[in-house]
C-alpha cells in the first residue's frame, strides 16, 4: 500500500459490492488485474471472500446469514453454526451484513445476544413471506412446526433480495449445528447481495441547477450539491457544475432519453447510505426528474425510503421574465410542445384552452430534429384568440455564454427560428413591446400607483 499512496498503479479484483468507487481519482491508478497474478502483484481484492495473497482487502457488507435455532440455544451454538457456515465456502466475516431469521426468533435470546456481540442488525420475516421463497432444501417437517419449509435458507434470501429474495445468490446451503458443550442446536444459510447494506439512512436531492451559470445557482441547490457523495446527472447539466464538485465526490453521468434509468440509479445509491445529488436543469420541478423520482421513492417499502428534498433552481421562464423585464405580470401558462409523454391531442386542448383564457404562455420543447411542426399547429391556435401582432420574444441559452434573445411577433413566427434549447414566450392581447423590454400590464390604474405591501 505504500507503493500505492507513492503513486503507483495497483492491481484490483472485484467480486461484489458497489462499482461506483471506481469513479474517483484515487481509483483511477487501480487497473483490473491478470488472471493468474504475475508473482509479487501488489493488489487490492473488494469482495465477500476470505481471499488470501492480496495486499489489501475490502469487504463490501453483502453477506446475509439465515439463522434458525432451537428455543434458547445458546449462543456459542450459533457462533459455531456460522464460522462454520462461512468456512464452508471460504467467505469473510468482515463481508456479512447481518442476520435474517423468522419473526417468532426476534425475542430470541441467543440470536440477539449473538447480533450485539458483532453489531450485526436483524431481520425478521414472516412465515408466510419465507414460504413463498424457493429454496433447495426445504423440509416438510419445519413446515407444520412453523409454517415455513425453510427458515435459514429463505430468510438469508429475503434480507439479501428483499421480501421476494429476488436477485439474491445463496452461497452456502443450510447447515446444522448441534451443540456439545452447550445447549441447543441451529442452523445457518449465507446469500449473497446485489447492493451493499447500508446501516446509514442516505439521501436523495433534487437539485435544480438553474439555467447554467453559476451565480444564478440558488443557495439552496448550492448547499445540496456541497453536501452530496455522489452527483448524478445528464452529462451536460454536471459539466457546468463542474468546478463546484470536490474530489470525494462521485459523478455519474446519464444520457439524454434515460431518465428513468437515472432515477433509478440515484435512488438505488440513496438507499445504500450515500446522500446523492439528482440533478436536473432550470428546476427540478418544473419538466425536470422531481416527479419522477418521487414516484420511484414512493414505491419503496415506507421503512426502506431513504430522505428526500427537492432544491429549486431558476427555470429557464424565470430567467427569460428577468431578461425581458415584465412580461408575466399577469395569468400565464406553461406548455410543452413535446408528445413524447404527453399525447398532443392533450396538448393542442391545453393551447386552446390558454387562447381562450388570454393567458400569456411559455412554450418549451418548440422544436426538435423529429418534431418541426408542433410549433406553427401551436401558432394557429393561439392567433383563434390574440393578434398576429402579439409580442413573443425566442429566449435561447438564458445565462450561458451563447445567449440571444429575438423579439419577434406571433405572424411572424416560423419554426426555423427555434430548437430545443428555445423558450417560446408569447404575450396576450395586452402585452407590449417596448425597445428591448416587453410588459404585460397587471391591471393597475393609468395613473400607475405603486401597490404598497
Not at 411 to 434: F, H, I, K, P, Y
Request: hydrophobic share 45%; charged share 15%; glycine share 10%.
Amino acid at each position: 500500500m505504500k507503493a500505492f499512496a507513492q503513486g503507483q498503479r495497483m492491481a484490483l479484483v472485484q467480486e461484489s459490492g458497489s462499482t461506483s468507487w471506481r469513479t474517483t481519482a484515487a481509483a483511477a491508478r487501480l487497473q483490473a488485474a491478470k488472471d493468474p497474478l504475475p508473482p509479487g502483484e501488489t493488489w487490492l481484492y473488494v469482495g465477500h471472500r476470505a481471499a488470501t495473497g492480496a495486499t489489501a482487502h475490502w469487504h463490501p457488507p453483502v453477506l446475509w446469514l439465515g439463522l434458525g435455532c432451537e428455543r434458547h440455544t445458546h449462543p456459542a451454538v450459533l457462533e459455531a453454526v456460522v464460522e462454520k457456515s462461512l468456512a464452508s465456502v471460504h467467505l469473510a466475516a468482515a463481508a456479512v451484513a447481518g442476520v435474517a431469521s423468522l419473526d417468532r426468533k426476534g425475542d430470541e435470546p441467543g440470536l440477539l445476544a449473538l447480533c450485539q456481540q458483532r453489531q450485526w442488525p436483524l431481520k425478521v420475516f414472516t412465515a408466510a413471506q419465507l414460504a413463498a421463497i424457493p429454496v433447495p432444501n426445504g423440509s416438510p417437517v419445519v413446515a407444520r412446526q412453523v409454517g415455513t419449509p425453510s427458515v435459514a435458507e429463505a430468510a438469508a434470501l429475503a434480507a439479501a433480495g428483499g421480501a421476494a429474495g429476488t436477485g439474491a445468490q445463496l452461497l452456502a446451503p443450510k447447515i446444522v449445528a448441534h451443540g456439545e458443550r452447550a445447549s441447543g442446536a441451529a442452523t445457518c444459510a449465507v446469500a449473497l447481495a446485489t447492493t451493499p447494506w447500508a446501516p446509514n439512512r442516505g439521501g436523495l436531492d433534487l437539485v435544480g441547477s438553474g439555467p447554467g451559470a453559476l451565480d444564478q445557482l440558488t443557495p439552496a441547490a448550492r448547499s445540496a450539491l456541497a453536501a452530496a457523495t455522489t452527483w448524478v446527472g445528464y452529462g451536460p447539466y454536471l459539466d457546468r457544475l463542474e468546478t463546484l464538485r470536490a474530489p470525494h465526490q462521485l459523478r455519474l453521468d446519464g444520457v439524454l432519453g434515460k431518465e428513468q434509468e437515472r432515477c433509478a440509479t440515484a435512488l438505488a445509491m440513496a438507499c445504500q447510505g450515500q446522500r446523492v445529488a439528482l440533478v436536473s436543469s432550470g428546476d427540478s420541478g418544473i419538466y425536470g426528474l422531481a416527479g419522477l423520482a418521487l414516484a420511484c421513492w414512493l414505491d419503496l417499502p415506507e421503512q426502506e425510503r431513504p430522505d428526500f428534498a427537492v432544491h429549486p433552481g431558476i427555470s429557464a421562464l424565470q430567467m427569460a421574465a428577468a431578461r425581458l423585464g415584465g412580461p408575466l405580470m399577469n395569468d400565464f401558462c406553461v406548455i410543452s410542445l413535446s408528445d413524447k409523454l404527453t399525447p398532443w391531442a392533450t396538448i393542442q386542448q391545453r393551447l386552446h384552452a390558454a387562447a381562450l383564457g388570454d393567458f400569456v404562455v411559455a412554450l418549451y420543447n418548440p422544436r426538435s430534429q423529429e418534431r418541426v411542426w408542433q410549433l406553427q399547429e401551436a401558432r394557429r391556435i393561439l392567433l383563434t384568440g390574440r393578434s398576429s401582432s402579439t409580442p413573443v420574444a425566442l429566449c435561447r441559452q438564458l445565462a450561458r455564454p451563447e445567449e440571444h434573445i429575438t423579439l419577434t411577433s406571433l405572424g411572424a413566427l416560423e419554426s426555423n427560428m427555434v430548437d430545443m434549447l428555445t423558450l417560446v414566450l408569447v404575450g396576450n392581447s395586452r402585452t407590449q413591446c417596448r425597445g428591448s423590454w416587453l410588459m404585460t400590464p397587471r391591471g393597475y390604474a393609468m395613473d400607475r400607483t405603486v401597490e404598497s405591501g
